[in-house]
């Protein structure tokens, strides 16, 4: 198979990326919201037996359907109609929004009053006659004051108040609360902003007061917290600086796509089970400035793992936790979209009748838990198979005491990890364990649990991700809920509902696994024998 | 790329990340490792969710490193030393094994993912290492691995006043890094939340000069959880033992232009990211000088054709990043190959 790649971008982001696919012999189709200009693509746009990269400018993208290694995207062009272009990849590669702080600091752009990527200009194009005051009473950046800034918003405050120094001689003063030096080499720009003379002043607890007189003019009062003092600044220039926000049309892309978001906005949520590039859906990709703040070598990075995902992709090559994946019945399906509105991966297709698209399916099973009518089954190895594997009744009691036969539900991706740790570790995990590892917690169905009581164990116990650690997103949501549904009607039919128990544990909690363990172990003494197994043994 | 063999030094987050990458592209990878187990430093961190994941990353060590044990393109040799590594179209590499047994092996490439070093506090006034309550934030990381609640090194007691100080080796002309370690303020202020959450009777002071906020949702984290932690903008001077055992740590508080003095059950410095050295005289061996940052940086590798660098051995980087940053680098090393 050939890869055939929609970009989304029409930044120095999304360009790299169709070059590095290039190279790799992948072919790009480029969407830009406006005209890219023939001086900002590469040279050589094609490759020998492919078609390279092709361009769409002035165009936006309205539509998906279909899912990884088959995607129809509809692509609404300036002029023409929609078209309809078929892909096996998709990368969203959207440059950052910026938007300027003025109402953040209470102020109105004047002579006086200025924005970072004004200042920012000027410094680049510096053929553009820069008139700054003869030294007087200098020039003040305000950045991350108000609200916390970044180290890309930092570098070029940094930047530009050392050439303003250098060059132009100014005052500069930079007022500022945390100084956000994490990036590369932001530390050594900072110490070398300072030794060329830039002042710093620097609040958190008492914020400074800004006003603006009606002639535009700017006068802040300030309290320097390490050095204790107090400041008046009439500054003759205040640049202000910038919140870099995902774009409108990113969050469009993010409908389109139905992909995930996080809290500011940015693509795919912040999910750690993920490579930073990857998103819910499979084939989906995005990179840089498109999924969070970056700097410019994290924006490489994310090209050179795009490009790497998609070359596995297209040789079939992709991670999954299971094996197994869902398949809806051909006659019994009942319509009710559960499954549709559920999957976290959006891997179900809705056209004639419901079905699932098998490349797209990370086999999670939280559509075949759900599903009401109970129509969804696996392909290849499932749950049940592993339900099967369970032997509870040959097992008996020391003659001494009562020995819990407990079954643990682990999330592959977390507990089961830990478990396999903690066996090598410590072997004294108790004897009446059984362990079940499952692709995700979400796939444990009302069933499962209620099944693997009737074989008699004493206890169980559905081991999940944290919230916010789920590579399902919401499996283990899921899970809880359906154990709180099952403990109901198990105390309604008078059995203790305190014998299913969920807990969240993280992969690298070895000892924590053993403690929770332990502890359920300790709960069913306890409570005692389950009548079932009671009765089995009879 | 069949048969083509790559070695990996180092098999923490980004040896292991780059392995499976390049095992995915059909390489061969050799990697070894110098410790007992793989993962490197954050291998032993601990999980800092509460009731939620804090995104810290440390969990997905353990599935790096299940899926480098389990891929045949992958050979790993824990506790392995490099011996000799020479380049001529090809590296030829030797190594020591576990058993001290000579191995050679010749490489079309190499990754160097030695990782970083904590810098050692204890030529700085804050007691590392002659009072035992101060400790480093890889010690607590460690610790917070194994107990639920933390405990005081020194007797076992729940500590009521835990103290912070960050940046202790970053940031620091003194010793002549000029670099911000970029991972502790996070590190940091997730086991502040994560102790805090565990037992509401601690009290954590977090002692800093700016606060980095790194990561995607890491800001929102930050604003919920910075009201239970006391926040003084304030390097410490000298930290004293009093004679029942507690810290005291002696500090300028700017709101109040005073200086403080103020007693703590236990004190956790956060250490600097530094560079490692060379590699066991890797880099000297190729002719290669010490680099400029202290890291070596792509640039810095660039002389050496198929030398290449992951992860915090270039410079410090979350866990995230890491990977991030390892699978670019397998990208550039499959590049470099395929023009062989
Ligand atoms: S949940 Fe079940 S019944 Fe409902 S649409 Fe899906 S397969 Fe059909
Ligand atoms: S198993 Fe999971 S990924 Fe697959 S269709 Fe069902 S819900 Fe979606
Ligand atoms: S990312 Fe960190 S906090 Fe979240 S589950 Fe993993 S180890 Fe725990
Ligand atoms: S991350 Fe925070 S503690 Fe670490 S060096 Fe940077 S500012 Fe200091």
Same mark, same amino acid.
């Given at each position: 198979?050939?890869?055939?790649?929609?970009?989304?971008?029409?930044?120095?982001?999304?360009?790299?990326?169709?070059?590095?696919?290039?190279?790799?012999?992948?072919?790009?189709?480029?969407?830009?919201?406006?005209?890219?200009?023939?001086?900002?693509?590469?040279?050589?746009?094609?490759?020998?037996?492919?078609?390279?990269?092709?361009?769409?400018?002035?165009?936006?993208?309205?539509?998906?359907?279909? #899912?990884?290694?088959?995607?129809?995207?509809?692509?609404?062009?300036?002029?023409?109609?929609?078209?309809?272009?078929?892909?096996?990849?998709?990368?969203?590669?959207?440059?950052?929004?910026?938007?300027?702080?003025?109402?953040?600091?209470?102020?109105?752009?004047?002579?006086?009053?200025?924005?970072?990527?004004?200042?920012?200009?000027?410094?680049?194009?510096?053929?553009?006659?820069?008139?700054?005051?003869?030294?007087?009473?200098?020039?003040?950046?305000?950045?991350?004051?108000?609200?916390?800034?970044?180290?890309?918003?930092?570098?070029?405050?940094?930047?530009?108040?050392?050439?303003?120094?250098?060059?132009?001689?100014?005052?500069?003063?930079?007022?500022?609360?945390?100084?956000?030096?994490?990036?590369?080499?932001?530390?050594?720009?900072?110490?070398?902003?300072?030794?060329?003379?830039?002042?710093?002043?620097?609040?958190?607890?008492?914020?400074?007061?800004?006003?603006?007189?009606?002639?535009?003019?700017?006068?802040?009062?300030?309290?320097?917290?390490?050095?204790?003092?107090?400041?008046?600044?009439?500054?003759?220039?205040?640049?202000?600086?910038?919140?870099?926000? !995902?774009?409108?049309?990113?969050?469009?892309?993010?409908?389109?796509?139905?992909?995930?978001?996080?809290?500011?906005?940015?693509?795919?949520?912040?999910?750690?089970?993920?490579?930073?590039?990857?998103?819910?859906?499979?084939?989906?990709?995005?990179?840089? !400035?498109?999924?969070?703040?970056?700097?410019?070598?994290?924006?490489?990075?994310?090209?050179?793992?795009?490009?790497?995902?998609?070359?596995?992709?297209?040789?079939?090559?992709?991670?999954?936790?299971?094996?197994?994946?869902?398949?809806?019945?051909?006659?019994?399906?009942?319509?009710?979209?559960?499954?549709?509105?559920?999957?976290?991966?959006?891997?179900?297709?809705?056209?004639?009748?419901?079905?699932?698209?098998?490349?797209?399916?990370?086999?999670?099973?939280?559509?075949?838990?759900?599903?009401?009518?109970?129509?969804?089954?696996?392909?290849?190895?499932?749950?049940?198979?592993?339900?099967?594997?369970?032997?509870?009744?040959?097992?008996?009691?020391?003659?001494?005491?009562?020995?819990?036969?407990?079954?643990?539900? #682990? #999330?592959?991706?977390?507990?089961?990890?830990?478990?396999?740790?903690?066996?090598?570790?410590?072997?004294?995990?108790?004897?009446?364990?059984?362990?079940?590892?499952?692709?995700?917690?979400?796939?444990?169905?009302?069933?499962?649990?209620?099944?693997?009581?009737?074989?008699?164990?004493?206890?169980?116990?559905?081991?999940?991700?944290?919230?916010?650690?789920?590579?399902?997103?919401?499996?283990?949501?899921?899970?809880?809920?359906?154990?709180?549904?099952?403990?109901?009607?198990?105390?309604?039919?008078?059995?203790?509902?305190?014998?299913?128990?969920?807990?969240?544990?993280?992969?690298?909690?070895?000892?924590?696994?053993?403690?929770?363990?332990?502890?359920?172990?300790?709960?069913?003494?306890?409570?005692?024998?389950?009548?079932?197994?009671?009765?089995?043994?009879? | 790329?069949?048969?083509?063999?790559?070695?990996?030094?180092?098999?923490?987050?980004?040896?292991?990340?780059?392995?499976? $990458?390049?095992?995915?592209?059909? &390489?061969?990878?050799?990697?070894?490792?110098?410790?007992?187990?793989?993962?490197?430093?954050?291998?032993?961190?601990? &999980?800092?969710?509460?009731?939620?994941?804090?995104?810290?990353?440390?969990?997905?060590?353990?599935?790096?490193?299940?899926?480098?044990?389990?891929?045949?393109?992958?050979?790993?040799?824990?506790?392995?030393?490099?011996?000799?590594?020479?380049?001529?179209?090809?590296?030829?590499?030797?190594?020591?094994?576990?058993?001290?047994?000579?191995?050679?092996?010749?490489?079309?490439?190499?990754?160097?993912?030695?990782?970083?070093?904590?810098?050692? %506090?204890?030529?700085? %006034?804050?007691?590392?290492?002659?009072?035992?309550?101060?400790?480093?934030?890889?010690?607590?990381?460690?610790?917070?691995?194994?107990?639920?609640?933390?405990?005081?090194?020194?007797?076992?007691?729940?500590? $009521?006043?835990?103290?912070?100080?960050? &940046?202790?080796?970053?940031?620091?002309?003194?010793?002549?890094?000029?670099?911000?370690?970029?991972?502790?303020?996070?590190?940091?202020?997730?086991?502040?939340?994560?102790?805090?959450?565990?037992?509401?009777?601690?009290?954590?002071?977090?002692?800093?000069?700016?606060?980095?906020?790194?990561?995607?949702?890491?800001?929102?984290?930050?604003?919920?959880?910075?009201?239970?932690?006391?926040?003084?903008?304030?390097?410490?001077?000298?930290?004293?033992?009093?004679?029942?055992?507690?810290?005291?740590?002696?500090?300028?508080? %700017?709101?109040?232009?005073?200086?403080?003095? $103020?007693?703590?059950?236990?004190?956790?410095?956060?250490?600097?990211?530094?560079?490692?050295?060379?590699?066991?005289?890797?880099?000297?061996?190729?002719?290669?000088?010490?680099?400029?940052?202290?890291?070596?940086?792509?640039?810095?590798?660039? %002389?050496?054709?198929?030398?290449?660098?992951?992860?915090?051995?270039?410079?410090?980087?979350?866990?995230?990043?890491?990977?991030?940053?390892?699978?670019?680098?397998?990208?550039?090393?499959?590049?470099?190959?395929?023009?062989?």
């Amino acid at each position: 198979m050939t890869g055939r790649v929609c970009i989304a971008g029409d930044g120095p982001c999304a360009v790299n990326t169709a070059k590095e696919l290039l190279i790799h012999g992948i072919d790009t189709v480029l969407v830009s919201r406006r005209k890219i200009a023939q001086s900002e693509l590469p040279d050589n746009m094609s490759r020998e037996g492919g078609a390279g990269i092709s361009v769409y400018g002035n165009a936006e993208i309205s539509g998906c359907s279909g #899912c990884v290694n088959d995607f129809r995207i509809t692509i609404h062009q300036n002029g023409a109609g929609a078209i309809t272009e078929n892909v096996t990849g998709i990368v969203i590669a959207e440059e950052y929004q910026r938007k300027d702080n003025f109402e953040t600091y209470g102020l109105k752009p004047s002579h006086a009053v200025t924005s970072l990527s004004e200042m920012v200009r000027v410094m680049e194009n510096k053929s553009d006659q820069v008139a700054f005051p003869p030294k007087g009473s200098g020039i003040l950046f305000l950045t991350g004051c108000f609200q916390e800034s970044n180290p890309v918003v930092l570098y070029d405050v940094m930047n530009c108040a050392l050439q303003l120094r250098k060059e132009y001689h100014q005052d500069v003063f930079i007022l500022t609360g945390n100084l956000k030096v994490a990036g590369e080499g932001l530390e050594a720009l900072y110490r070398q902003t300072r030794t060329a003379g830039v002042f710093y002043i620097k609040v958190n607890q008492v914020l400074p007061e800004i006003e603006q007189s009606d002639e535009g003019k700017v006068t802040v009062s300030c309290q320097d917290e390490i050095l204790h003092t107090a400041m008046r600044l009439s500054p003759d220039l205040v640049v202000v600086d910038e919140t870099l926000l !995902p774009s409108e049309y990113l969050m469009k892309l993010a409908k389109v796509f139905e992909l995930n978001q996080d809290k500011a906005g940015f693509l795919q949520s912040d999910n750690v089970h993920r490579n930073p590039v990857f998103t819910n859906r499979r084939g989906v990709l995005v990179v840089g !400035p498109s999924r969070g703040i970056l700097e410019r070598r994290e924006i490489l990075n994310d090209v050179g793992n795009v490009t790497i995902a998609m070359m596995n992709q297209i040789r079939g090559k992709i991670d999954s936790a299971s094996v197994g994946k869902a398949r809806i019945g051909v006659v019994e399906c009942a319509r009710c979209l559960t499954c549709f509105r559920i999957c976290p991966y959006k891997a179900i297709r809705l056209e004639d009748r419901v079905t699932v698209y098998e490349d797209a399916c990370e086999g999670c099973g939280i559509c075949i838990a759900e599903c009401p009518r109970e129509y969804i089954t696996w392909t290849g190895p499932g749950m049940a198979d592993e339900l099967e594997k369970i032997q509870i009744s040959g097992i008996a009691d020391p003659a001494d005491r009562f020995s819990p036969v407990m079954v643990a539900f #682990c #999330c592959q991706r977390s507990a089961g990890r830990s478990v396999r740790t903690a066996k090598d570790r410590s072997p004294e995990l108790p004897e009446g364990l059984k362990i079940v590892e499952v692709p995700c917690a979400g796939g444990i169905s009302t069933d499962h649990i209620l099944r693997t009581f009737q074989k008699g164990a004493d206890g169980i116990i559905l081991l999940t991700c944290h919230p916010g650690n789920c590579h399902s997103e919401v499996g283990n949501q899921y899970a809880k809920s359906r154990a709180d549904h099952v403990g109901k009607r198990l105390s309604a039919m008078g059995f203790e509902k305190e014998r299913l128990q969920v807990d969240t544990i993280a992969a690298n909690m070895d000892r924590e696994f053993v403690r929770v363990i332990n502890s359920f172990q300790k709960k069913l003494m306890e409570i005692g024998p389950s009548l079932i197994r009671k009765s089995l043994k009879h | 790329m069949p048969d083509k063999n790559v070695l990996i030094i180092g098999g923490g987050v980004a040896g292991l990340t780059a392995a499976i $990458e390049l095992a995915k592209l059909d &390489c061969h990878v050799v990697l070894i490792e110098k410790e007992k187990s793989l993962g490197g430093h954050a291998g032993q961190f601990t &999980c800092k969710a509460t009731d939620e994941c804090a995104k810290c990353g440390a969990c997905i060590v353990e599935e790096k490193i299940d899926m480098a044990l389990s891929h045949a393109n992958i050979t790993i040799y824990n506790q392995a030393r490099l011996a000799a590594i020479s380049r001529k179209d090809r590296f030829a590499v030797t190594f020591f094994t576990e058993k001290d047994a000579e191995q050679s092996y010749d490489a079309d490439a190499v990754i160097v993912a030695t990782g970083f070093q904590a810098f050692d %506090p204890v030529d700085k %006034p804050f007691g590392y290492k002659r009072f035992e309550d101060v400790i480093t934030n890889l010690d607590l990381e460690k610790k917070l691995r194994h107990e639920i609640e933390v405990k005081r090194p020194s007797d076992g007691i729940t500590p $009521e006043k835990i103290a912070f100080i960050q &940046c202790v080796g970053s940031r620091d002309s003194s010793v002549n890094h000029l670099w911000c370690s970029r991972v502790c303020c996070g590190s940091a202020l997730r086991m502040a939340n994560l102790i805090n959450t565990r037992n509401k009777n601690t009290e954590i002071s977090f002692f800093y000069i700016d606060v980095q906020t790194f990561g995607k949702d890491f800001q929102f984290y930050y604003d919920r959880i910075r009201d239970r932690i006391r926040m003084i903008r304030a390097i410490p001077g000298d930290v004293f033992r009093t004679p029942d055992g507690q810290l005291k740590l002696e500090y300028y508080l %700017p709101s109040e232009g005073k200086q403080i003095e $103020e007693l703590f059950d236990m004190i956790v410095l956060s250490v600097g990211i530094i560079p490692v050295g060379t590699a066991d005289g890797m880099m000297e061996k190729f002719g290669l000088e010490q680099p400029k940052t202290g890291f070596p940086d792509e640039e810095f590798m660039r %002389p050496v054709a198929g030398l290449f660098a992951a992860g915090t051995s270039k410079g410090p980087k979350t866990i995230t990043e890491a990977v991030a940053d390892a699978g670019r680098v397998a990208l550039d090393v499959v590049h470099y190959l395929q023009k062989q």
